[in-house]
């Protein structure tokens, strides 16, 4: 097993996409997205687990895969994130 840090999940409300990652400081990483964005960011969930979860959720939603770690928002990854 990897290290434990929380696999996170930030909307891209202006495009409308979901950003699945990885980190132990989540809320750092929330602040360097938004200061990188072109549009509001905003943290939907985070929930413990390893680098691994998150290839997990990769893999599980590379029908909408978008770019890097950034997926298209759809009702089905919604649903999924709220049911983490």
Known sequence: MGRLGWVYFILDEDARRVKIGFSRNV????????????????????????????????????HIHVRREWFRCTDELLSAIRSA
Do not use: M, N, P, Y
Request: glycine content about 8%; overall charge positive; proline content about 0%.
């Open 27 to 62: 809320g750092q990483r929330v602040k360097h997205i938004d200061a990188h964005a072109s549009g509001a960011v905003r943290l939907l969930r985070k929930v413990k687990g390893t680098f691994d979860d998150e290839r997990a959720w990769h893999e599980k939603f590379s």
